[in-house]
């Protein structure tokens, strides 16, 4: 059987497949569900990264010390304040800078100037970041560490629970041997925007940033276009117009734009760990956040197809009619 490629074929397959990639998208947010009991033997104990605090000690100083300690492991980590950095981000790549230092100590930090701390070029670092990728948080076996990301002396690290055995008894039960690794990594983390990552030069991120910016006002002149036409949309449909070339026009530009927008993104995402591949690990997944509006475009993009389906019917129609009159 011959299949005809016509516009109806394309736009209904264009509306299934997404209204699929959807509920394909809400069901993988749900994950799954362990009916079975699941036994965990720990195979080493490992030495905590940052001191441990004593319990004895006056509120005060134990207040003092772990204020210090969090500080020094921001520090560390690079999850300093960006002041005067270059952060710019348009979906599914970045840039940005923070301060990361692994040989200060508390006292200069607390004493030193904001030019020494924020300013100083020797202590700031440059990115390039993934903001679709984030590492793990799905703790599977409720150990504190699992993908837990730390660096020390200006190297990178993941404390995490790595499953040596897995043996499933007869009755369904699972029964996991487990040891605790450090292992070293390429990339860094960003904790609170959960974003991969990935170290540059300052002239790279400066050239990168010059890009970003141009895309940025490029993606701003095209979202007032898109704006423009739906008010023209609306304005033709206040007047009576309805059924016209130019309505048919915009609605399906504004619809294969919305869509595209979104398939592009994924493609691009997955896009970036393909570049960057060497940097990824095993524990980097997906960012949720970054696609809790995903869904919501799409479904914008299904309704003006099938706006754009139902007016382009309507003008055929009012053609045939004005044709026999």
């Known amino acids: 059987m011959k299949i005809k490629f016509n516009t109806n074929l394309v736009v209904n397959v264009v509306i299934i497949a997404t209204i699929?990639?959807?509920?394909?998208?809400?069901?993988?947010?749900?994950?799954?569900?362990?009916?079975?009991?699941?036994?965990?033997?720990?195979e080493n104990q490992i030495k905590p990264i940052d001191p441990v605090i004593p319990d004895s000690l006056p509120h005060k100083q134990y207040v003092k010390l772990q204020d210090s300690i969090t500080t020094m492991r921001n520090l560390k980590?690079?999850?300093?304040?960006?002041?005067?950095?270059?952060?710019?981000?348009?979906?599914?790549?970045?840039?940005?800078?923070?301060?990361?230092?692994?040989?200060?100590?508390?006292?200069w930090y607390k004493s030193a100037s904001m030019f020494d701390k924020y300013l100083n070029e020797k202590l700031r670092r440059y990115y390039i970041t993934l903001p679709g990728w984030k590492l793990s948080?799905?703790?599977?076996?409720?150990y504190i560490d699992d993908n837990k990301f730390f660096v020390e002396h200006g190297q990178a690290y993941l404390r995490r629970a790595i499953t040596d055995t897995t043996i499933i008894k007869k009755d369904g039960t699972v029964y996991n041997k487990i040891h605790i690794e450090d292992v070293p990594v390429k990339f860094r983390y960003n904790e609170f925007s959960r974003s991969i990552l990935i170290p540059v030069s300052s002239a790279t991120a400066v050239v990168i940033k010059v890009i970003l910016y141009i895309l940025l006002f490029t993606s701003l002149l095209y979202a007032l276009f898109l704006v423009a036409t739906f008010l023209k949309f609306v304005l033709d449909l206040s007047k009576g117009h309805a059924f016209t070339k130019e309505n048919v026009w915009r609605l399906k530009i504004i619809a294969i734009s919305l869509l595209v927008y979104q398939i592009a993104v994924l493609i691009l995402n997955y896009g970036m760990k393909l570049i960057f591949h060497d940097y990824f690990t095993e524990g980097i997944v997906l960012n949720n956040t970054a696609w809790e509006n995903a869904w919501k475009i799409l479904l914008a993009g299904i309704i003006f197809l099938l706006l754009y389906k139902a007016f382009r019917q309507g003008k055929l129609l009012k053609e045939e009619q004005d044709l026999t009159i």
């Open 20 to 42: 699929i990639f959807i509920i394909s998208y809400q069901l993988a947010k749900l994950g799954g569900f362990n009916t079975h009991n699941t036994a965990n033997a720990w």
């Open 77 to 107: 980590n690079g999850h300093t304040f960006d002041f005067g950095g270059v952060s710019v981000s348009i979906g599914f790549i970045g840039v940005s800078s923070n301060v990361s230092c692994d040989t200060c100590n508390y006292k």
């Open 137 to 142: 948080v799905d703790n599977q076996y409720n």
